[in-house]
């Protein structure tokens, strides 16, 4: 097998088990669009066009609100600021490929992917860029396709969920599944404190601007205490 | 909102934008390498904005109206606990599921 079709593959194996959680989370979201009134073209297109859970989650909670569409664009992209981060961490493995791949990329970077990505050339850093970005698409099957369709069924069920199966909880239960094995250092541990110590905090502030403070102080904390334990080794 | 233009308008434009954030490093700044001190920050951009997104929907979630529910918190804490010490993600969301529905069940 080609280097790239292993890599590939090890992307595809790497995100397998998200399928598994989309699936109900993205029924989840077609639950609640077209409950909130979105029609099933609307909820469809709202998954391929934004493929960013919680974003949309966001987005339809305010229209269903309706707040005002300025407002409701610039929370959903205040939550979407953290793909700038994950944009800037795969530059340094994808940046040398061709602008149309890095734009195709741009298009399916999400959470979960980037988090299978980020580890992979982490503990494979002598893997060529051709390698890196196979393993990328790899990573996709598993999570967008499985969006957008689950969020089709979703918006065909409609309310047939009962509220008692607590549905909502997979997504939080998802994110803490993906961060707790990332919890390997102090520094990294720390970072995790902080960005919980300080959203909850600034939870108060609009339009989700305490969770982006809370996500620098959280990253400057995790910078800090890496080269505050450097220092503490050498000396 | 109810307007169909108005809809497809913001949905349109919250894509755009998600778009162009995605883009914004991989496509402006391309092959040139970043700095150590940004490799060092970017580092932590994992675990700087997901446990600030999910604290708040752990301890107030929407569906009980935002006041907090133990069957919740103790299955958030059953799946970092089990994330944190077998590094398996499904079996962690697996085994929050169990708790919630199993303190759910037991608080009636």
């Known amino acids: 097998m080609s280097p790239r079709r292993t890599a590939a593959l090890r992307g595809f194996r790497a995100s397998a088990p998200f399928a598994i959680v989309m699936l109900p989370f993205g029924i989840l979201f077609g639950v609640i669009a077209t409950e909130s009134g979105l029609t099933l073209p609307q909820t469809i297109g709202f ?22 569409v300025l407002v409701i664009i610039a929370t959903a992209l205040a939550v979407n600021l953290r793909m700038a981060m994950y944009s800037a961490a795969l ?34 850093p002598a893997q060529r860029p051709g390698e890196k970005a196979a393993f990328f698409f790899g990573s996709v ?36 599944a993906i961060v707790a094995p990332l919890l390997r250092s102090p520094a990294h541990i720390a970072a995790a404190v902080v960005s919980v110590a300080l959203a909850l905090g600034l939870a108060g502030l609009p339009y989700n601007t305490g969770l982006l403070l809370a996500a620098a102080g959280a990253m400057a904390t995790g910078a800090l205490t890496e080269i505050w334990l450097e220092r503490g080794v050498r000396a | 909102m109810t307007d169909p233009l108005m809809i497809w308008a913001t949905i349109a434009a919250i894509g755009l934008g998600t778009f162009l954030l995605r883009f914004s490093f991989l496509g402006l700044i391309g ?31 929407a569906a009980t109206g935002g006041t907090t529910d133990p069957a919740r918190m103790a299955a ?10 077998t590094r398996n993600m499904l079996g962690a969301i697996f085994g929050g599921a169990v708790v919630l529905y199993a303190v759910q069940f037991a608080l009636g």
């Open chain 2, 31 to 61: 092959g040139r390498a970043l700095p150590p001190w940004a490799l060092r920050l970017l580092r932590y951009t994992s675990v700087a904005v997901m446990p600030g997104l999910v604290a708040p929907l752990v301890l107030w979630p």
């Open chain 1, 141 to 176: 099957l598993p999570v967008c396709p499985v969006w957008y369709l689950s969020t089709a069924l979703g918006a065909q069920l409609g309310t047939a969920i009962p509220p008692a199966l607590s549905i909502d909880f997979a997504v939080p239960l998802t994110f803490i």
């Open chain 2, 76 to 85: 958030a804490l059953a799946t970092l606990l089990i994330g944190v010490t």
């Open chain 1, 91 to 124: 530059t340094p493995h994808l940046g040398t490929a061709p602008g149309w791949l890095r734009a195709t990329i741009a298009y399916v970077l999400t959470d979960q992917t980037f988090a299978v990505a980020a580890v992979d050339y982490d503990r494979r």
């Open chain 1, 47 to 68: 998954s391929v066009l934004v493929v960013a859970g919680a974003a949309q989650f966001a987005a339809v909670q305010m229209m269903a609100d309706n707040a005002p």
